[in-house]
């Protein structure tokens, strides 16, 4: 069985407790008992390898097996997405965790339908990074990705401009994203649209940028799953898969 992680702070010594909301769902949901191992890591590339010791009401004592630290992979994938309508957010987050994406970040595209304004930025934000949160540690990611605030398209423009390789996924581009050259290193941005799709005006912005329009393929796919399918070709083609 897969050996289950759990997110930590402090992962010093050689023995561990598992508290607070991580340690009440290892200890009275998931109902952890002496003997059973776990891996614990900080979400930024430590993990510590544990076995349980003992089980409390709402917490887990732990023996350190060891120690390691994992770099994190390059080049980076950053993927701006459009706003989705309703859940389809929290969906493309989790898909594109589980697919190993290093930061997503949320874009209020001219044509999104969905609106992120006041009180609603902070807790769609939440919900994202609660769903990233949790995808990562069901996939086994000790590099979490990063959920970035709220972008507007003049952001969205500079993260281009500063990046090895812009991508913009874009149904009449003529280049497919399969044949584009891709770097060794630094960050790849790739900019998946609403479902309105992204504007002239913005993409002349993101070509300003240097941002390539690529095409995924010859069918039509959601904004909540495009990021996912294109992900999945770079990550391949870089070697991280």
């Known amino acids: 069985m897969t050996v289950p992680v759990f997110l930590a702070r402090h992962l010093d010594g050689a023995e561990l407790t598992l508290d607070g909301p991580e340690g009440r769902h290892a200890a009275s949901v998931r109902r952890l008992r002496a003997g059973e191992r776990v891996d614990l890591t900080d979400g930024a590339g430590t993990v510590a390898e544990c076995v349980v010791r003992e089980t409390l009401k709402d917490a887990l004592r732990l023996d350190v097996l060891r120690r390691y630290r994992i770099e994190a992979p390059r080049p980076r994938l950053v993927?701006?997405?459009?706003?989705?309508?309703?859940?389809?957010?929290?969906?493309?987050?989790?898909?594109?965790?589980?697919?190993?994406?290093?930061?997503?970040?949320?874009?209020?595209?001219?044509?999104?339908?969905?609106?992120?304004k006041g009180d609603k930025v902070a807790k769609a934000l939440g919900r994202w990074r609660s769903t990233a949160r949790e995808a990562g540690k069901?996939?086994?990611?000790?590099?979490?990705?990063?959920?970035?605030?709220?972008?507007?398209?003049?952001?969205?423009?500079?993260?281009?401009?500063?990046?090895?390789?812009?991508?913009?996924?874009?149904?009449?581009?003529?280049?497919?994203?399969?044949?584009?050259?891709?770097?060794?290193?630094?960050?790849?941005?790739?900019?998946?649209?609403?479902?309105?799709?992204?504007?002239?005006?913005?993409?002349?912005?993101?070509?300003?940028?240097?941002?390539?329009?690529?095409?995924?393929?010859?069918?039509?796919?959601?904004?909540?799953?495009?990021?996912?399918?294109?992900?999945?070709?770079?990550?391949?083609?870089?070697?991280?898969?």
């Open 138 to 241: 069901q996939a086994r990611r000790f590099h979490l990705p990063e959920v970035a605030d709220l972008a507007t398209t003049a952001q969205v423009e500079r993260l281009l401009s500063e990046a090895a390789l812009g991508l913009v996924l874009h149904e009449e581009a003529t280049e497919p994203l399969s044949t584009v050259t891709l770097p060794a290193d630094g960050d790849i941005v790739m900019v998946v649209g609403p479902e309105g799709g992204v504007s002239e005006q913005e993409l002349a912005a993101f070509n300003a940028a240097k941002a390539t329009p690529v095409l995924l393929g010859p069918t039509v796919l959601r904004t909540s799953t495009a990021g996912v399918a294109a992900a999945a070709v770079l990550l391949s083609r870089t070697g991280r898969w």
């Open 79 to 116: 993927v701006v997405q459009g706003l989705p309508k309703g859940d389809r957010g929290e969906l493309a987050v989790e898909m594109m965790t589980e697919a190993g994406v290093d930061l997503i970040v949320p874009w209020q595209a001219a044509r999104s339908i969905t609106q992120w």
